[in-house]
């Protein structure tokens, strides 16, 4: 697939899918990637045949313009918060008018991104969404589809395992809702690899992976981990799921975006694992890296920086 358009692209996921794309070292191939602000894509249009357009996704017309000459499409466009009708938008509504504007385009080759706990009864309007929107790609037959499906995604500049940091570097304890509910952290660089491998294999073709890490942590675990490698492990206090709603409703209240919504407290009460029914990053020829080997290092200051800096060059991770 020489020419691909990323959905998504100048996102935390998409930075390392443009990389990746970029190192497969097929000559000119473009990768065209659509923002609504040409600033968000400053760090992705400096590698090169990365070609950042200013468009609206959303918009059919703009879209099945921007899919002109491509060969495949990758759509990494998701959101953590929102009302009902934004997860319906991106989740659903965005998947479908993709869908029009691959068939007007003439364009079959699509990698979308979901989430393990997709499913019947899932528990929240992220999960619905994210239900839906896999259904209608599934049902349609104007694509040639791939699903993964990642747990929690680590890595340098993810909004998870920093944001704990962060919060314990602030607080002398930290009250936690749904302290145990269970992960299974993925690196980022992990899922990127991921779905190139499956945009250049044509029989991963109506398949569905999960991408998950090798170990299994309870959200109380993750968060000791993100304050001891950070210097400011704290003591942390359970809060029952009612607590964490009205915790969660507070912070929905304050300016900006929300560091955990009620939506994301009712997301925990579905393991974010993998279901050990479908393929996984090994049927991709991907060792899944442990979480341990690289959050010290992004979570660790400078010193850890360097570690991991020295880490990556020996095992040609970039």
Known sequence: MNKVLVLGGTGFVGRSVCERLVERGEGSGLVRV??????????????????VVQADVHDSAQL?????????????VAILHGSVAAFERAHVTLPQTLVRACAAAGVRRLVHVSAIGVGPGAPSNYLRSKTQGEAMLQGSAAVDLTL??????FGT???????FARLQALAPVLPLAGSGARFQPVWVEDVASAIVRCLDQPDTVGKVFECCGP????????????GRWSGHERPQIPLPEAAGLAQ???????????????????????????????????ALGIT???????GPGYLGGEFGRARLDRWRAGTGRH
């Open 34 to 51: 659509p923002t609504r602000r040409l600033l968000h894509g400053q760090r992705v249009r400096a590698l090169p045949t990365v070609e």
């Open 64 to 76: 099945t313009r921007l899919l002109q000459g491509v060969d495949a499409v990758i759509n990494l």
């Open 148 to 153: 993964l499906r990642p747990s929690v995604i």
């Open 157 to 163: 500049e993810d909004r998870f395992l920093n944001v």
């Open 215 to 226: 170990s299994v942590y309870t959200l109380s675990q993750l968060v000791r981990l993100a």
């Open 248 to 282: 969660a409703f507070v912070m929905e209240l304050l300016p900006g975006e929300p560091l955990m919504s009620r939506d994301n407290v009712a997301s925990m009460r579905q393991p974010n694992v993998a279901s050990g029914t479908l393929p996984g990053l090994t």
């Open 288 to 294: 899944p890296t442990a979480l341990e080997a690289v």
